[in-house]
T-cell receptor
Framework: DADVTQTPRNRITKTGKRIMLECSQT?????MYWYRQDPGLGLRLIYY???????NKGEISDGYSVSRQAQAKFSLSLESAIPNQTALYFC??????????????FGPGTRLTVL | LAKTTQPISMDSYEGQEVNITCSHN???????ITWYQQFPSQGPRFIIQ???TKVTNEVASLFIPADRKSSTLSLPRVSLSDTAVYYC????????????????FGGGTRLMVKP
């Protein structure tokens, strides 16, 4: 089973709809992240969470909200989706333990299309 | 905040050694250098991480000069499957005030390996 899972994998929705993307991890990591990637561009950080009680805005948080329901779950919501939020969304995790603590483990991504 | 500069793209042929250089003139004392690889429609994957001198693993080598203002990712004898985007990140995600910097992927370097 995959360590970092994302649901749904693909979603098509209409402008103005509320959308929730979910991320779950079985790695036991304390840190979780949400990124978006637009075609031909690098990843941009939306939100990150260093533990259940810690939520931080990233580079492009406007129009998004998050919820860290448990250490293993981190959800991203688009309260009122708009077409320019069409992108590939990635969830990632990392640990503060020893070793490559800066290593982030990414989920398979969710392809979101807003019509 | 440390900022990284990488070539936008590089071409190579199968069997050659590929060196991708990343400039990070403002790297801080506690910053580490981390490289990721990303295939189309997949999340980035950690390749290697280092602080100074040389680090080698089963996939790549990372060369960091004494002044740490740049780093070079070396891929030995590339194959077609190494065609991907390579990202250089600088920072230390353990530090809350520097986490935003570590989590900046930038545009990366698109490596095309030809037969």
């Amino acid at each position: 089973d995959a360590d970092v899972t994302q649901t749904p994998r693909n979603r098509i929705t209409k402008t103005g709809k509320r959308i929730m993307l979910e991320c779950s991890q079985t790695k036991g990591h304390d840190r979780m992240y949400w990124y978006r990637q637009d075609p031909g561009l690098g990843l941009r950080l939306i939100y990150y969470s260093f533990d259940v009680k810690d939520i931080n805005k990233g580079e492009i948080s406007d129009g998004y909200s998050v919820s860290r329901q448990a250490q293993a779950k981190f959800s991203l919501s688009l309260e009122s989706a708009i077409p320019n939020q069409t992108a590939l969304y990635f969830c990632a995790t990392s640990s503060t333990g020893q070793g490559s603590y800066n290593e982030q483990f990414f989920g398979p991504g969710t392809r979101l299309t807003v019509l | 905040l440390a900022k990284t500069t990488q070539p936008i793209s590089m071409d190579s042929y199968e069997g050659q050694e590929v060196n991708i250089t990343c400039s990070h003139n403002n790297i801080a004392t506690n910053d580490y250098i981390t490289w990721y690889q990303q295939f189309p429609s997949q999340g980035p994957r950690f390749i290697i991480q280092g602080y100074k001198t040389k680090v080698t693993n089963e996939v790549a080598s990372l060369f960091i000069p004494a002044d740490r203002k740049s780093s070079t990712l070396s891929l030995p004898r590339v194959s077609l499957s190494d065609t991907a985007v390579y990202y250089c990140l600088v920072g230390d995600v353990r530090e809350a005030n520097n986490a935003g910097n570590m989590l900046t992927f930038g545009g990366g370097t698109r490596l095309m390996v030809k037969p």
